[in-house]
């Protein structure tokens, strides 16, 4: 665990960023709360019932040419857009989860894992270094109840936490991108969690917290009674190229960054296909050190530890590359559940 931000739960620093109205008010539209099938609230049969790793590049989105998002594109990247539709057919009908939980990494908190608890955000999410790509007009409802949860679990397990309650905090797009690209309908609640950012300063801080999270996440799922899938909005191999071409969707352009990045990509994939995910605990660390893997964030660490490292393969839905970087979309299913 971090040696730089823990320090023991139920400070009256963290209780004070954390404490919100006297009675929180559920989402504007409790229906969505609860789905069809749901165990009901409060009682302690929820269940995560799949992971996914599901990688938020804007051009995804771009090229799929949504209403919510403003530019138009004449698509690209297709064979990573067909994985996510092979996602959403998962995840609906009979499979149809209560709620998304979402984790990502370019919702940076410097200090300790924050949980969005505004119930009905609303906005416009830029990409910093797309916006020619990627202004999305957002609304959705949060799971508070769920959001709360999770916050008291963490608390309860030593993570310094916060809840976010600022409704003009504006979303950030590697939150929408996954959340979008799963859900493009938006019609299921969300839960949506920051990176905290020290594994990006310390490198010794490694993945460690992130265990615990997904384990804080775990039980306050059960608690509450939810059927929920997990999204890990990770890209894998990182690095990418400086210059845009004039047309964005030129996939004529668009390859592996380099051979090695390719290689490493392709030995994680091979080792998730293969199970079980135990393996995972040590080649993750060892991809990020050869790719500068996105995963640094620890999004992935999270969603496995949340299912407690199933003992099953992964399956690999799509796997592409976006401006030289590797993008996968993973299920996981935990048949222990
Ligand atoms: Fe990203």
Redesign the pocket.
């Known amino acids: 665990m971090s040696r730089v931000f823990h320090v023991p739960a139920g400070t009256s620093a963290s209780r004070a960023r954390r404490a919100g109205p006297a009675t929180t008010s559920p989402a504007p539209n409790v229906s969505f709360v609860c789905g069809a099938g749901s165990a009901g609230r409060g009682s302690a049969s929820g269940r995560i019932v799949a992971g996914y790793l599901a990688p938020?590049p804007p051009h995804l989105i771009y090229a799929d040419n949504p209403e919510q998002n403003e530019p138009r594109s004449r698509g690209g990247w297709e064979v990573l857009r067909w994985g996510y539709e092979e996602l959403r057919r998962r995840i609906a009908g009979p499979n149809r989860p209560d709620v998304l939980v979402v984790h990502a990494?370019?919702w940076i908190t410097m200090v300790g894992h924050h949980v969005n608890c505004v119930p009905n955000p609303r906005g416009i999410s830029v990409e910093p270094i797309f916006p020619n790509l990627f202004r999305y007009h957002y609304d959705f409802r949060t799971d508070v109840e769920l959001a709360e949860s999770i916050l008291a679990e963490a608390d309860g397990l030593g993570l310094v936490t916060s809840a976010m309650r600022e409704p003009d905090v504006r979303v950030d797009y590697?939150t929408i991108g996954a959340l979008h690209l799963a859900n493009p309908a938006w019609d299921l609640p969300v839960v949506s969690i920051s990176a905290n950012n020290n594994p990006y300063f310390y490198s010794d801080a490694a993945l460690d917290e992130m265990e615990v999270l997904g384990e804080a996440t775990r039980r306050a799922i059960e608690k509450t009674g939810r059927n929920a899938v997990l999204l890990a909005s990770n890209?894998l191999s990182h690095l990418h190229w400086d210059v845009e071409p004039d047309l964005p969707e030129d996939m004529s352009r668009e390859h592996a960054y380099n051979q090695h990045q390719y290689e490493w990509d392709m030995r994680l994939l091979s080792a998730i296909r293969e199970g079980p995910t135990s393996r995972l605990r040590e080649l993750v660390p060892r991809h990020i050190e050869e790719t500068s893997s996105?995963t640094k964030a620890g999004s992935l660490s999270w969603l496995l530890s949340a299912m407690r490292w199933p003992d099953v393969p992964g399956d690999v839905l799509a796997y592409g590359t976006v401006i030289g970087t590797g993008n996968a979309v993973v299920e996981w299913t935990d048949r222990r559940a």
């Open positions: 938020h990494p370019h590697a890209s996105e």
